[in-house]
DNA sequence: TTGTATTTTCAGAAATTTCTGAAAATTGTA
DNA sequence: TACAATTTTCAGAAATTTCTGAAAATACAA
């Protein structure tokens, strides 16, 4: 498994990304390379391709199957593990997406809820409280919006990130439909 | 300054999460003390309250300010600086928002800009490209989607993200506004 | 079974990131 | 100008994360 100096680049550059995306380096290149090789590999050639030790290929592997970024296979006639990325693009991207949701919001909307139920006990906590219910109720909504958006079909979803600007007349278009004002700005 | 186990917690958290959200420990800590803090805090009530050096402080402030999302005051007759949160809570994820938008999606779209402007020079490279131009196109249209939406205006943005599945729906409805198919599904 | 291929684990090494604190730089005052 | 208050810098220490590679575990075939 040689690499084209293209494929190197772009393996390196998600290496780079990586920690920014939720993975580490190596995680970030063995992503990277199992999405643009067609062909699935298996653990060996991972490790001779980005030049890491065969552990580090094993701890990957288990890290992105955790994040549900590759699929396993086997090829008949061979006992090796054989990846390749779990579907297409799309799908992957919406993969990524739904798990930093998970791991971005969920948390921290937990341990919100939690600080909320108790009783603020001075002018200063009452203060505090009520930022926190702030944070709180934009997280909530947050994450619920990114649910939504995860869950669209791929056609809306397209048709929704392709409106721009647009946005704004269709949610006035809405608003009129469901009998606002009927005067337009 | 004495945190209350509340604001403790809060703070805890925060510095917990802030190196998935693009920050570190104690930059996440400082972050999340001004948040819910209403008065203005100097350099040392920082230091002392989260019990970190002066001068991470000073280089977490600076990131903060990078961040835009700090905003510097004096008091009449000190000498010291003093930050608050930039803004509401919405202002302040907004900022968060964009700033990840550019961390995370600009230098890959830069990257992939430039790989793709070589001609691929065999079969398995042009399979390659193929994937590159996907995520390319996918990223760009995130890019400019996520842009749509910090520049919305907040109530907009509110009455968007409350649709929930009524996403859909919506879409469906401009799609016959605009004149398709007259028959709804 | 036994033997071989393969994967996983994990202790310690290496690399990276974060943090401290003292010294240097800056700012404002008199 | 001299001086005191404040902030910034940054070399090295500490903490954390990542990585290696050998040993252990597992899976499968004969």
């Known amino acids: 498994m040689k690499l084209s100096s293209q494929a190197q680049a772009f393996v390196l550059h998600f290496g780079e990304m ?5 993975f580490n380096r190596t995680v970030g290149q063995m992503f990277a390379l ?9 653990a060996d050639q991972l490790a001779q391709a980005l030049k890491i030790s065969r552990g580090n290929v094993s701890m990957g592997l288990k890290e992105l199957q955790a994040w549900r970024l590759v699929e396993l296979h086997h090829l ?13 693009i ?4 919406r993969t990524v997406f739904e798990e930093r949701r998970k791991r971005e919001l969920d948390p921290t909307l ?24 702030e944070v709180y109720d934009l997280l909530e ?13 791929q056609k809306d979803l397209l048709k929704l990130m392709k409106l721009g600007s647009g946005i704004s007349k269709l949610l006035e278009l809405k608003a009129r439909a469901k009998g606002g004002s009927t005067k337009p700005t």
């Open 18 to 22: 990586g920690s920014r995306w939720g």
């Open 34 to 42: 199992l999405t643009i090789q067609s062909e699935p590999l298996n």
């Open 76 to 88: 008949p006639g061979d006992r090796k593990d054989y990846f390749t990325a779990a579907g297409s």
């Open 90 to 93: 799309w799908d992957l991207a």
């Open 110 to 133: 937990t341990l919100l809820r939690q600080l909320l139920l108790n009783e603020p006990q001075d002018e200063q906590e009452t203060l505090a409280q009520q930022k926190m219910q």
């Open 141 to 153: 909504l947050l994450d619920q919006f990114a649910n939504t958006l995860s869950r669209l079909e």
